[in-house]
């Protein structure tokens, strides 16, 4: 009874649009840089990865951030309607929808998400859509800013600027460190604990988190897995070869819109270099999507090639597990979930190609009975 009525409330708040806090305690500090300066932060306007998108508050375009990007935007244009704007162009925000629209009706998903009465945006959306150059790093070695290595750097910057994000990272670290003890002190005063140690926020379910990977493949069956992940409210991660991009805008739309976590795979022993591979499905997934990803998996490519690839500003996932060669069937997928189980932490898991919508449906059965949650990969939890 208490799975079911979790699961009724989630339902609930998905069609509202709204994204629940459990807790004020934050697992991850994001910072948010514009162009040369970092902007204050606080519990309720910090950025947070929902679906597999990072989402930052609309109202950060105003005022100083209005006059160096010259992006702005009109709250409550209507009912519950938010614009952003800059010259020439502008993107419609309806908070009843899950896309987005600009003035000739074009569409682009995802949309904008509501929490705690604060509209939040998709920041690779704003950033494609207004011909920004945006990242997010990790604050961590000797770019740590927090005490536990738990910061975030998320930068939304002009074209123009060169810097690479180390660099960036390194320059503004002194501004960092204001911002984060101004947020430290925000917090004491108005009586939120500040932990000495990191600590997790409230969980509501009694399992782990676990990250399915899949290869998307065969168009009839791939629909079949989102009809299984639809019907158990599951997310995954689906990395798309240029092919099956440039092929499968249908399917690239019904994911985004749905909450899947969209990938590139590029292969070592293509005709085409990996760069290119990437560059060549992320154009496909824009001209399906309006969206691009830096998620990547690489099959069959050196450290040096991987390395390039991270440099030159992709996420590379690395799941813990790799079941490729034994799939998914409906026979086997309580062995994998006990695999996944004697794991320590949630578990990334590489499925490949070999997945049946029935194994998948067996799988997220038995995940749901023992509590366990699958969500779609991001590129906080690629990393980890």
């Known amino acids: 009874m208490k799975r ?31 162009n040369d300066n970092v902007m204050p932060m606080n519990d309720e306007t910090m950025p947070f990865w929902s679906g597999g998108f990072l989402y930052i508050p609309i109202s950060i375009f105003s005022g100083e951030v209005y006059r160096e990007l010259e992006i702005g935007y009109i709250p409550n244009a209507g009912r519950q309607l938010y614009i952003l704007y800059t010259a020439g162009k502008s993107l419609h925000f309806d908070l009843t929808t899950a896309y987005a629209r600009d003035t000739d009706g074009n569409t682009y998903y995802p949309g904008a998400v509501q929490k705690s009465g604060v509209v939040f945006v998709p920041a690779s959306l704003v950033a494609e859509f207004f011909g920004l150059t945006y990242s997010t790093t990790g604050l961590t070695g000797a770019n740590a800013v927090t005490q536990e290595d738990r910061g975030w750097l998320v930068w939304l910057r002009q074209p123009d600027n060169i810097l690479q994000v180390s660099v960036f990272a390194d320059a503004a670290k002194s501004q960092l460190r204001a911002r984060y003890e101004q947020y430290l002190k925000s917090r004491e005063e108005s009586g ?12 509501t379910f009694e399992g782990k988190s676990i990250y399915l990977c899949f290869l998307a493949g065969d168009a009839a069956s791939l629909g079949g ?16 070869t240029p092919e099956f991009s440039e092929q499968q805008g249908d399917l690239l739309r019904r994911m985004a819109a749905t909450g899947q976590a969209i990938g590139l795979l590029a292969n070592g022993e293509a005709e085409q270099s990996v760069q290119e591979q990437l560059e060549r ?38 799941p813990d597990m790799d079941r490729a060669a034994y799939g998914l069937t409906s026979g086997g997928a309580q062995a994998l979930l006990q695999r996944i189980t004697a794991r320590r ?19 997220l059965t038995a995940a749901e009975t023992a509590e366990d ?12």
């Open 4 to 34: 079911k009525a979790a699961a009724l409330l989630a339902a609930v708040f998905l069609l509202l649009e709204t994204v629940c806090v459990p807790s004020l305690a934050v697992e991850n500090v994001y910072f948010t840089a514009i």
């Open 192 to 203: 939120v604990q500040v932990p000495d140690t990191p600590q997790q926020p409230e969980e």
């Open 225 to 240: 897995l989102l009809d299984a992940l639809d019907r158990y409210s599951a997310q995954a991660a689906f990395f798309c």
């Open 281 to 318: 499905g992320n154009r496909a997934l824009y001209e399906a999507t309006c969206g691009k990803t830096r998620l990547v998996y690489l099959q069959n490519v050196d450290a040096q090639t991987a390395a390039g690839v991270e440099q030159a500003g992709y996420c590379v996932a690395a």
């Open 345 to 363: 932490g949630d578990v990334s898991c590489w499925l490949g190609q070999n997945v049946s919508a029935s194994g998948l449906r067996a799988f």
């Open 373 to 384: 949650r699958c969500l779609a990969l991001t590129e906080t939890t690629a990393r980890k």
